[in-house]
């Protein structure tokens, strides 16, 4: 299904940072069934599973359960390399990066490869990992077989069982879903092979894997592994469909709804406007048809929102605010300029659309999911992830910060309207309002390596720099530790 499309300013990204700490409690079962041969390798983990399944069951010795808060009070350590190789091919930085390799294109960029100039630095950028809050480290022994262990092949052999086993992961968000995406296919690599529409796009299991004749007798009913996606990746700027976001607005500000002009060939424009570039989002319906179809057979939905919410996205609105011409521009000049659209008055407003729009979507996915019917596996849960503010100095910050730097993020344009955002949204899906829907408050680890963004444009989160692991192993770790 082709994605609804409307020229929206990307905004600022948001970015699906978090930090990893990685418990496995995946059914024993499979975990006992010799999956890996390797000694010391495979068995380790499911020491690790059955520590988190002890937990869970209250038989523990007084480990306490890694909770969001306390995962995201942590720091970046330092792990320098053995070798100092210059970087000056892709296979450079995927050593570095600890990756065998990369399923798909638009590397260069992702890794940290162009400009040219940041090349030097993929050695320093990928030697941090995550050290989360001490309730998170159940001693020693395991603190070390899992700080890092993103980077390991216990790490992708433990997360394709469970994608394989227990349902893959769809994800979605705004334009850092290509980091996201590309990031689970590096660090999964050999063993997931990639189809691009471009949206959705896929990661499945390449039936030339290894790991495929141990886990062969435990593919569930109907799993195939050119159909069935471990990993799907799908655009969505703004939590639900254009004319979905427009009914909220209605509803929110029912005396405002006729403010808006029409385009020339007098189709009502409405609060979109003529915004400067493309943007991608789903309706409820379409996203929670993938969720709960059969073919996805997803066990997890995890996304973000709120970069993309912004004057640039509603330019109709914002126009009609600034009593700008709401005629279609002739010239760039002619467009809103950017401190217009980050003005106060346009973005107070949009704050107070997505505090509408939340509790709809969330409402409208809960009642699907209540709907839906799971035969064979479990009902997925969904997890939103807080965003992160990104800001220009990834150009000059080459290591992370020790405190998050707030002059830095309440100068950087949207910084305090995202962090009201992640507020409101913490304060909408937060404490089980909504029974399969989670918010994960999260964002300090990735706010505070500003060193890890891509240099063309500070917003994206560099593969292989730890961020994007980091957050991806937490999310597996909160699936198996809190499910």
């Known amino acids: 299904m082709v994605s609804q499309r409307r020229h929206l300013y990307a905004g600022i990204t948001a970015l699906f940072f978090i930090g990893a700490c990685l418990h496995v409690n995946v059914h024993d079962g499979l975990y006992r069934s010799g999956f890996s041969d390797n000694e010391g390798g ?123 086993v227990e349902g893959g992961w769809l994800i979605m968000g705004d334009s850092n879903i290509f980091e996201r995406f590309l990031g689970l296919g590096c660090m999964l690599y050999p063993h997931v092979a990639v189809t691009t529409d471009p949206w959705p796009m896929h990661l499945h299991l390449n039936p030339a894997s290894p790991l495929v004749p141990a886990l062969r007798p435990h593919f569930p009913p109907g799993f195939d592994m050119k159909r069935t996606p471990l990993v799907t990746g799908q655009r969505l700027d703004l939590l639900m469909g254009f004319d979905e976001v427009e009914a909220v607005y209605n509803t929110r500000f029912p005396s405002l709804k006729d403010e808006f002009g029409y385009h020339e060939d007098g189709e009502r424009k409405g609060i979109w406007g003529y915004p400067s570039y493309d943007s991608y989002t789903e309706s409820t319906e379409y996203v929670t048809r993938m969720l709960t179809g059969a073919d996805g057979r997803y066990s997890a939905f995890l996304l973000s929102t709120g970069a993309h919410w912004s004057g640039h996205a509603f330019d109709g609105m914002s126009r009609a605010m600034l009593r700008k011409p709401s005629t279609r521009p002739k010239s760039d000049a002619e467009r809103l300029k950017s401190e217009e659209l980050w003005s106060d008055a346009v973005m107070d407003r949009v704050v107070q659309v997505l505090a509408a729009a939340l509790p709809v979507w ?122």
């Open 42 to 164: 495979g068995h380790r983990w499911y020491a690790m599973a059955s520590s988190a399944s002890s937990h869970k069951s209250g038989k523990g010795k007084g480990k306490a359960r890694c909770t969001p808060e306390e995962w995201a009070s942590g720091e970046w350590t330092y792990h320098p390399h053995n070798h100092s190789t210059p970087v000056k091919t892709l296979a450079d930085a995927f050593s570095y990066a600890g990756f065998a390799g990369c399923p798909h294109g638009d590397k260069d960029i992702r890794l940290g490869m162009q400009p040219d100039w940041m090349r030097q630095y993929v050695p320093l950028r990928t030697s941090w990992r995550w050290r989360p809050g001490a309730a998170c480290r159940a001693g020693e022994e395991a603190e070390d077989e899992w700080e890092g262990g993103v980077r390991s092949e216990r790490f992708k052999e433990a997360l394709i069982r469970y994608l394989v």
């Open 362 to 483: 969330a409402g409208r996915v809960q009642a699907a999911l209540d709907k839906a019917t799971f035969i064979g596996r479990k009902e997925p849960r969904v997890l939103m992830l807080s965003t992160p503010i990104a800001h220009r100095e990834c150009r000059d910050q080459h290591v992370p910060w020790k405190d998050v730097h707030w002059d830095a993020v309440n100068a950087s344009k949207g910084g305090r309207y995202i962090l009201r955002m992640n507020n409101i949204t913490q304060s909408v899906l937060g404490d089980g309002q909504y029974r399969s829907i989670r918010y994960l408050p999260i964002e300090r680890a990735a706010m505070l390596r500003v060193d890890g963004y891509t240099g063309w444009d500070c917003m994206h989160p560099l593969a292989g720099s730890g961020v994007m692991e980091a957050e991806l192993g937490y999310a597996f770790r909160y699936l198996t530790e809190f499910d």
